[in-house]
């Protein structure tokens, strides 16, 4: 069975000032998730599933239209801050959804085949998602067992301000122990890299050779339910808090320690980058362009393009 992508592409952008997840970076135009899915077909996935918001469907739809190959099944979903399970209502001064697993719950009607999590606005590289490719197709869609792809902490930085990441820990075989969340990491010259507390002090330090989620995630259709689940759970403990946020490492890490599912951590030295700040822009066009001059890629990823 191929599998299927799930792109999450309903972020609100608020450091970047803009509609990031379509803002053009390639040489005929092309947006970061232009270049995953264009992977994402060549290592084996057969649809894409877009997780967007509705303020933004338009422009969203517009950006895609005519671009893909007929063969490719596509589809569009909603994340809505309403959507809550078990009769869950919204506090009065909640104004963001809840979080990519939250985004992924989005998709939970439409899943039917093994599926892979990606960001709309980062770049994974198509080694990442021929290993997760690879994963998948060997699952069948009741099994719980899941995969990640883990990056190097150090290569996947911003020069211009602090990121989140998730860093992870694993057991001699590869199975996930848990992912922690560290909100501020920056590098700080020679001395390493740093978590930084909201006054900008240290509060850990990492070598760099960590390995780190980067939202790149490998489930079944039996991961569905099981997320529903600990997101209501979630909205017991922490639904009151006007900014909290149901990640998807949250939920995993709560399903391996009640051992009612697992993960394999797939380590990549893939090349990651994506943007996260305006001046994060012109890098990763720098970047791409030296992927096409190499011939990593078409100048045109499309055949309707020029």
Not at 28 to 57: K, M, P, Q
Not at 132 to 143: Q, T, V
Request: net charge negative; proline share 6%.
């Amino acid at each position: 069975m191929k599998p299927t992508l799930v792109v999450l592409a309903a972020g609100m952008g608020s450091r970047y000032g803009g509609i990031k997840q379509i803002d053009p970076v390639g040489m005929n135009g092309e947006a970061i998730i232009d270049y995953s899915i264009y992977d994402a077909i060549r290592t084996g996935f057969n649809r894409v599933i877009f997780v967007i918001r509705r303020e933004i469907e338009e422009d969203v739809r517009a950006f895609f239209a005519g671009k893909f190959p007929p063969d490719l099944r596509v589809d569009y979903v909603y994340q809505d801050l309403s959507d809550l399970p078990g009769g869950a209502v919204v506090p009065p001064e909640r104004t963001k959804p809840w979080g990519t697993g939250h985004a992924m719950l989005a998709a939970r009607d439409v899943v039917d085949a093994p599926f892979a999590v990606i960001n709309g606005d980062d770049f994974y590289g198509r080694p990442a998602l021929a290993a997760m490719a690879e994963y998948l197709s060997r699952c069948s869609p009741e099994g719980r067992e899941y995969a990640m792809v883990g990056y190097r902490l150090d290569r996947t930085l911003s020069e211009n301000g602090t990121v989140s990441r998730g860093i992870v820990t694993h057991d001699d075989q590869g199975w996930l122990t848990s992912i922690v969340e560290h909100t501020r990491l920056i590098r700080q010259g020679d001395q390493g890299i740093a978590s930084l507390d909201d006054q900008d002090q240290a509060i850990e330090w990492f070598q760099g050779h960590e390995p780190v989620s980067m939202n790149l995630f490998g489930f079944t259709p039996a991961a569905m339910p099981q997320f529903l689940e600990e997101f209501g759970r979630f909205l017991e403990d922490r639904g009151s808090e006007p900014k909290s946020e149901f990640y998807i490492p949250y939920g995993m890490n709560r399903l391996n320690q009640a051992g009612t599912a697992r993960m394999k951590v797939l380590r990549s030295d893939s090349e990651w980058f994506g943007v996260t700040y305006q001046d994060d822009r012109p890098q990763v066009v720098a970047r791409i362009g030296a992927l096409i001059e190499v011939g990593d890629y078409p100048r045109a990823l499309w055949p309707c393009q020029g």
